[in-house]
C-alpha cells in the first residue's frame, strides 16, 4: 500500500479537529529507508501561509520484523527555508519490542509553551521520520500508522 493522505470528511473533522489522515505501513517506510535505519516520507504538502494546528497519531499494528528492536516516529515540517523534523510529533515509540505507544498528540516545539501550531512561512511538506534500532527499515514486516493533522489555509480566509 502507497502512502495515503486524505482530507477527512466534514463531519469526521467536526467530530475530531483534525482535517487531514495519513495512513503510513511498514511497506511504506521498506520503500523510503530501505537498507538504512532511517526513512523519511513526505504526508502532505504545504505552502506559505498555512497553519498546523494539531497533531497525534495512532498505532493500527505495532511495528516488528527482523533484527529491529525499536523504531521512533517524528514529524515536522520541510520548508524551502525553516525545517524542523519533530516540530509536530517527537520521539514517539512505535515498535513492539520497546513498548510502543499506541496514542499520542502533538507533543512537537511548535505545540510547547502556550503555542498553538505552526505558521509556515514558506512551501514545503510534512514529512514522516522513522528512526529504527537493530536493524535497517527493509527488515520490517508489520506495522501500520495513522496521522492526523490540522490544516487551515490562512490564506483563504
Not at 40 to 58: Q, S
Not at 142 to 151: A, D, I, P, R, Y
Amino acid at each position: 500500500m502507497a502512502i495515503k493522505t486524505y482530507p477527512l470528511a466534514e463531519t469526521e473533522a467536526s467530530k475530531t479537529g483534525f482535517t487531514h489522515k495519513s495512513i503510513i505501513s511498514y511497506a511504506d517506510i521498506v520503500t523510503a529507508g530501505g537498507a538504512a535505519t532511517s526513512a523519511v516520507i513526505a504526508l502532505l504538502p504545504y505552502t506559505a501561509g498555512t497553519l498546523f494546528g494539531a497533531a497525534a497519531y495512532r498505532v493500527v499494528t505495532a511495528f516488528d520484523g527482523g533484527a529491529t528492536s525499536g523504531m521512533l516516529l517524528d514529524v515536522g515540517h520541510n520548508g524551502g527555508t525553516t525545517d524542523d523534523p519533530d516540530s509536530l510529533l517527537d520521539a514517539y515509540e512505535v515498535h513492539v519490542d520497546s513498548t510502543e505507544i499506541l496514542y499520542g498528540d502533538g507533543n512537537g516545539a511548535v505545540f510547547a509553551t502556550l503555542r498553538t501550531g505552526y505558521a509556515a512561512l514558506d512551501a514545503g511538506n510534512i514529512e514522516a521520520t522513522f528512526t529504527l534500532t537493530g536493524g535497517n527499515a527493509n527488515a520490517l514486516t508489520t506495522g501500520e500508522v495513522h496521522v492526523f493533522l490540522k490544516v487551515v489555509d490562512l490564506t483563504k480566509y
